[in-house]
């Protein structure tokens, strides 16, 4: 069975209905030529007048309550006319656009058949309404072929669309893409999207939306280090304030596909899909191919964008909703040293700063006294646990910590049983393997036999210890991932089978947690988020890293998803040395944990650790639902964020020193986000409330003991920090009077 973000292959003709966030209404209704969707503050305006494929003629803005005749006002008020030596009609842009609607961008539809039916014409044949959820199924006879293309307009104002091709008659199809577009407006000058790698995951990077394309393709086997994660055009100058911005994020974690697309005419659109090797999806007759939703975001600044996202994702029914446990994970403090009476000390450790889980890393398995060998052979390392997990397990569960552990099931060390015994198992093209990464190869998950053992060995695990969580990892990308013994490309059906895997578990152990962490953030995704319950955002946690890559992860994913540790003083993956304060007040506004041998920490260290715990204990229900919010940069030098609830009653926010700023004071700092009608308190928060600072003595307000004004004022003409010291932060925690 498939889910809603699976692209598949099957024999249905038709996708499954759209089955998330309950926004639809269960009976479809008459529909009109012009479709008018609108929720959360926002538009959607379909024009399905041609009787063909949808053509959005408006997404933006909430447009209020249109007649039918306002609404063809709309799609009419939107056409540019004709001008010399072009097509004959103005130039739309339908949901698949094709060159068969007049389209000479990207395709939204490519493929062929020995070379024909490569330009289908669809016609739509069957339209069905459901609350916010738009379904047409278009045919074309000729090329044997029909499409389904979905868009719903979620509660948040989210939206989504996806398309499936079917082949309904005549010879194999080859499927080469398949990816919506939404047209943005000419107003949107700027395209803005994340780059990184490894240990610097999302860099922003912004340019003009010049004629042409932006394309970001990610053929590493999964979302990838350098993914985009969202692509975002906006007008001039947008901010996380200002400014319009539209966004789109595919939801999928294999190879995928996002890009800008200016015509010369002026016309732009967004758009993203799956991204097939040769040869992936090849469809017979009566055969299905249902791409992966793409989600799309419309606000006024970034915040307001990411904003439908966090929304969407706490309304799904599988979304953590117990407060998010203080972690311990076990790497930077022991890596490969498992000695059971060292990790009990550990765990004792970590249950006197107030620790609630307590994660076991690599090395617990047969042969992995290093990263060189024994993936793949997932059985309890006799010579280091010769009495089995049960002695560490029940320690931890003696001092009221739950347990996690750490596997890497898709991975295998050739240096491994498992891959002498089935060296035919490991992804390949036919007749060689591909280059190791990290000693690695990857395990086809798509060979049965595989597939099985690992279900196999992971249900034994889970099934036999007491274990809450596990921490999924997935190590090296998918570099000529090949199916045996053929070498056929098989990103596509490895993305499909982890699915299956990590349902079919979820299915038989719901209680139990999972975080998708791969290399850090690189699995990152809508996708992938539907299985599991955290990601790790990097396996960087030098704080000053961190600060830019959980400010644009955010632009996804709410905080209580983004696991955020705080490491050691000097830093494993840096070197850098950072004060307690910097790395705890860091890690405070995501899923808190320690990666630290905190039995080896001073009493002073423990204590400070401490009552940063209880500080996270205290915060967590409001960062964990309320709203992010970005102020634009003062300077380069800092930034401001912070978390501010539903209701605007209360919020905490962190002002970070970078590095050294170019002027003597900071200049008044605004804090964004709160209701400029209310009359807020403005304190420092402890333990975050005494950073090194440059100056003889903080500004006056804080020696007052706090100030209380205007969330207008405080957004407009903010406060005057003190002028801290490179790599500080300082903590303000703003209620409502």
Request: charged letters at 20%; a negative charge.
């Amino acid at each position: 069975m498939t889910t809603p973000s699976d692209p598949t292959t099957t024999p249905a003709t038709a996708p499954a209905p759209a089955t998330a966030a309950a926004t639809a209404e269960p009976t479809a209704t008459a529909v009109p030529s012009v479709v008018h969707l609108t929720s959360g503050g926002v538009s959607v305006v379909l024009d399905l007048s041609a009787g063909r494929l949808p053509v959005v003629a408006w997404w933006g803005a909430a447009l209020g309550d249109l007649s039918a005749d306002e609404l063809d006002a709309v799609v009419r008020g939107g056409l540019a006319g004709v001008v010399p030596n072009e097509l004959d009609e103005p130039e739309v842009v339908e949901l698949l656009p094709l060159a068969s609607g007049g389209w000479r961008g990207q395709p939204g539809l490519e493929g062929h058949s020995a070379g024909t039916s490569w330009t289908p014409l669809f016609r739509a044949q069957a339209t069905t309404l459901a609350g916010r959820v738009l379904t047409v199924h278009g045919v074309d006879e000729q090329s044997g072929l029909a499409v389904d293309v979905v868009v719903e307009l979620l509660g948040s104002g989210l939206l989504r669309s996806r398309a499936a091709v079917t082949r309904t008659s005549g010879d194999e199809f080859v499927v080469d893409s398949l990816q919506v577009a939404l047209p943005v407006p000419r107003r949107a000058q700027e395209v803005l999207d994340l780059a990184g790698r490894w240990g610097r995951e999302r860099a922003p990077q912004r340019l003009p939306f010049a004629v042409g394309a932006h394309l970001r393709d990610s053929r590493r086997g999964r979302t990838g280090a350098d993914a985009s994660l969202v692509l975002a055009a906006g007008t001039p100058g947008f901010g996380f304030s200002s400014g319009e911005v539209w966004t789109l994020h595919v939801a999928w974690s294999g190879d995928h596909r996002e890009y800008a697309e200016r015509m010369a005419s002026g016309t732009s659109v967004i758009s993203g899909g799956e991204l097939l090797l040769p040869g992936e999806v090849r469809l017979a007759a009566g055969e299905t191919y249902q791409g992966p939703w793409a989600y799309a975001s419309w606000g006024r600044g970034l915040d307001a964008a990411a904003a439908r996202f966090h929304e969407h994702l706490r309304s799904r029914a599988g979304h953590p909703s117990s407060p998010r446990p203080v972690v311990l994970n076990t790497w930077e403090a022991v890596y490969f040293d498992h000695d059971l009476d060292r990790l009990v000390e550990l765990a004792r450790a970590a249950a006197e700063v107030g620790a609630e889980r307590f994660v076991l890393d690599d090395g617990w398995f047969r042969g992995r006294r290093d990263d060189t060998a024994g993936l793949g052979d997932w059985f309890v390392d006799e010579t280091v646990w010769p009495d089995g997990l049960e002695p560490l397990i029940g320690a931890v569960r003696e001092l009221g910590l739950d347990f996690g552990i750490w596997v890497e099931p898709e991975m295998v060390n050739p240096d491994s049983d498992l891959a002498r015994a089935h060296p035919e198992w490991m992804l390949a093209p036919a007749g060689r393997l591909p280059m190791t990464g990290r000693s690695q190869q990857v395990l086809d998950l798509g060979h049965p036999e595989a597939y099985e053992y690992l279900l196999e060995r992971l249900t034994d695990l889970l099934g036999s210890h007491d274990v809450a969580y596990v921490k999924w990892d997935h190590n090296r990308d998918l570099l000529e991932a090949g199916h045996s013994p053929t070498g056929t490309p098989g990103v596509h059906e490895q993305t499909l089978a982890l699915y299956r895997l990590l349902d079919e578990l979820r299915g038989r152990f719901p209680a139990v947690e999972i975080e998708s962490c791969s290399s850090g953030g690189a699995r990152a995704d809508l996708g992938v988020l539907e299985r599991t319950d955290r990601v790790w955002a990097s396996d960087n946690i030098d704080p000053l890293e961190r600060q830019q890559i959980q400010r644009w992860t955010s632009q996804l994913l709410p905080g209580e998803i983004v696991g955020s540790h705080v490491g050691s003083p000097h830093s494993h993956s840096t070197g850098r040395t950072h004060t307690l304060a910097f790395r705890a007040g860091t890690a405070l506004f995501g899923h808190f944990g320690i990666e630290w041998d905190v039995s080896r920490a001073s009493a002073d260290e423990r204590a400070e650790l401490a009552r940063w715990v209880d500080l996270y204990k205290e915060v967590r229900p409001l960062v964990h639902t309320g709203r992010v919010v970005r102020a634009d940069h003062v300077d380069e030098s800092s930034l401001l964020h912070g978390v501010v609830s539903q209701d605007g009653s209360d919020a905490l926010f962190a002002f970070v020193q970078l590095t050294t700023p170019l002027t003597s004071a900071t200049g008044p700092v605004p804090l964004p986000g709160l209701d400029p009608a209310r009359r807020y308190r403005v304190e420092l928060q402890a333990p975050g409330d005494v950073p090194r600072t440059r100056s003889d003595s903080p500004p006056p307000w804080i020696t007052d003991g706090g100030v209380v004004l205007s969330g207008g004022v405080l957004a407009e003409q903010g406060l005057q920090l003190p002028a801290l010291h490179p790599e500080q932060l300082l903590l303000l925690r703003v209620t409502a009077l």
